[in-house]
């Protein structure tokens, strides 16, 4: 069975600050894909990045980082100097290869305040 | 383009009632999904449809629970009746490519359902 675990229910930050939000999984498969989105007080959730489990490269665009280890089976994601307009609810997800459903964590609710 | 559009927002109902909510995805999309995010708990797979037919429907709860995608375009989800447990914000979700795992999904904003 598949599983994304975001320990981290609740963070608050001053702006400014890095912070990371933890994503840890479990697949068997050995062909999967990891998902961040990001949801805004409007409510959709919106795709922030893709990866596949045969690409471990770190990915940066702009302040926003990804860290994929498969040996820890995580794939976390940083922010770097915070700014308000970062509040949200993110969402890590997971998909094996041949599946067309995602499986989500339960989210992080990150406040970032002035 | 536009984007994935959910209607009603919002909806508030008495246990026993009969709730439908509409999706409309994003025009071309042959692929549409329902998901489920009860009691602030992470977002639950429902169902999935390339274009008027179901392709997976594992994690439709119970037969209270009715999806229809009539002529490959949009897709209401029927609750009849609604329980205390149906409570939840229900995602809609739609993508072209039929890679399956690799798809990238563009959400609604959601429907928020609460029953009394």
């Known amino acids: 069975a598949q599983k994304v675990t975001q320990a981290q229910t609740e963070i608050s930050v001053v702006e400014k600050e890095d912070v990371t939000l933890d994503c840890v999984y479990e697949t068997r498969d050995t062909t999967y894909y990891l998902f961040w989105y990001k949801q805004p007080p409007s409510g959709e959730l919106v795709f922030l990045i893709r990866?596949?489990?045969?690409?471990?490269q770190n990915e940066i665009s702009g302040r926003y980082s990804w860290n994929f280890q498969k040996s820890t089976s995580s794939f976390n994601f940083t922010i770097t100097a915070s700014q308000v307009v970062d509040s949200a609810v993110y969402f890590c997800a997971l998909s094996g290869k041949g599946a067309q459903k995602l499986v989500f964590g339960q989210g992080t609710r990150l406040t970032i305040n002035p | 383009e536009a984007g994935v559009t959910q209607f009603p927002s919002h909806s508030v109902i008495e246990k026993g009632q009969t709730v439908t909510l509409r999706c409309d995805p994003i025009?071309?999309?042959?692929?549409l999904y329902w998901y489920r995010r009860v009691m602030g708990k992470e977002i639950k797979f429902l169902l999935h449809?390339?274009?008027?037919?179901?392709?997976?429907e594992s994690g439709m709860p119970n037969n209270r629970f009715l999806a229809e995608r009539t002529g490959g375009t949009y897709s209401t989800l029927k609750v009849q009746p609604a329980e205390l447990e149906d409570s939840g914000v229900y995602f809609c979700?739609?993508?072209?490519?039929?890679?399956?795992?690799?798809?990238?999904?563009?959400f609604g904003a959601g429907s928020r359902l609460t029953v009394l």
């Open positions: 025009s071309g999309h042959d692929n």
């Open positions: 449809f390339v274009k008027e037919s179901k392709q997976d």
């Open positions: 990866r596949n489990s045969f690409d471990e």
């Open positions: 979700a739609s993508s072209r490519d039929r890679a399956p795992g690799a798809n990238v999904l563009t």
